[in-house]
Structure formats: structure tokens, C-alpha cells
């Protein structure tokens, strides 16, 4: 057997991809109220989005536990995987790659944690690349190579109506989430050495909608490119940003990909969202 590559649910692969590496998926959890569920299997998006609006409904979302991935790990050791390859939303969005670590470091050497340093198809990116690796008979160092390699080729761009729900879960600091309410000011949120951060600034989401476009024809430079556009109950919204991008992109554009985004970023980001992963192929 190969080596098997695990990743978290927050990965995002649309339904196109799901079957075409084998791939292992450890769900985050969700939090509504006071009922948790896991996320893509019990908690879907449109019930986060729901409690965000509702009054007096608390959201979160929590990691797996390292037993979790311990369990995962043996079973794909015990089934014949030369080694493990897991490949994690960024370890300062989340506590899922230190679970992660804490198994890896229980269940012995064969196991190797990646830090993707983003979350969403930026991770997806990174997760299919090193599962296409295993298939193709790569070594455990290879395979991990090259989920750290398409991993740094990710950039993640995304714009929200409000900043308040990244404030609540502590992924934005409260400056930054001022600066959304301040003049009506619309920031343009990527993610930068795993942590959010504002990228630019704009007046109307309109026009933060255009700025997205042009970041993302910027970030893909002067190669090949693919795109993934995520959205959270914004299909038109997506299907619009999409088509702008590929329109700019041309032949340049490979692959083009559009998901809503699950539970657990959903309870962070808020109703709205519109986001662009550019995966720059090399």
C-alpha cells in the first residue's frame, strides 16, 4: 500500500474531486447552543449560518482530539500504508495540526504532520497534491515534499460583509475588526504566514468584490493557474467572482472549482463570504 495522506474536513474538496485520490478525512467539530456535531456529517453550513443570525445562539468549533487522529493513523498503518502523510489548516487559525502532532508523535515516526498554513481549497490544494504523489508510488518524504511545496504555491483571498464573527472566534484582532465598521470601510481579508490579516480596503462590496478579481489575477502571476472560489449561501455571488476571474486568467486558467464552505469556517466568517484560492501551478 501506498502512503496514505490524511487532511481535516475544513480542506473543502468539491464534490468533482472527492473520489479521485484516496484520501482520508478527520472532521472538526461544531458547536451550536450547546449541541456539537461534526462537521460535513451532522453540522452543515446553512445551520451555522442560521444560528449567526438568530439571537442568542452561541457558535463554536472545536479541534479534533489527538485520539482522533491516533485512531485514523493505526487503522491505516494496520491496513498496510507504508507511512502517513496529514496535511492540516493553518496551526494559528486552529488547534487541529497540534492534535495532529500529539498522535503523530504517539503512533511513531512513520507519520509526518503538514502545516499548510491556510485553510479552505488552499489546503485542498496541498492535500490533493501529496495524495496524486502517494498514488504515483512516492516515498513518505517525497509525498510530504510535495504538500509543502503545492501548499506554498496557495494564495487565499476572501471578503465578508462583517468582520464581527472573526472578532468573536479571536481569528481577526479587534483593530482590524473596528477598521470593517469604521466609514463603511470594506476590508479585503488573506491569509498571510497562516493568519488572517487585511489585505486592502475599499468603500462598497461592490467594489470589494471587484478588488478580489484583480488580487487574484495578481496572485496567480504570468503562469498557469488554478482557481477555487468558496462562498457561504452566495452561490451567485461565486459564480460571478468565477467568471470575472476566468475571464482575466484566459488560457492561463486550468482548473476553476466552486464550494460553499463548511461548518467550522462558516461559524467564524459569517453569512456572505465570497473567497478565491489561487493555486499557482509550477
Known sequence: MPVAVVTDSTAYLPAELSGSYDLTVVPLTVVIN???GLEGLQIQPAEVAR?????RSVVSTSRPAPSQFAETYRRLLDAGADGIVSVHLSAKLSGTFEAACLAAAE???RVRVVDSETTGMGL???ALAAAKAA???KDLDSVRGEAADHAARVSTLFYVDTLEFLRRGGRIGAASALLGTAL???PILHVLDGAIVVRDKV???GRALAKLVDLAVEAAGDGEADIAVHHLLAPDRATALADAVAMRLGDRLRDCYITEIGAVVA???GPGLAGVVVHRRS
Open 34 to 36: 450547546g449541541v456539537d
Open 51 to 55: 444560528a449567526l443570525t438568530a439571537r
Open 184 to 186: 463603511s470601510v470594506k
Open 267 to 269: 461559524a467564524h466568517v
Open 135 to 137: 498514488s504515483d508510488g
Open 203 to 205: 468603500r462598497t462590496a
Open 107 to 109: 503512533v511513531g515516526d
Open 124 to 126: 485542498g490544494f496541498a
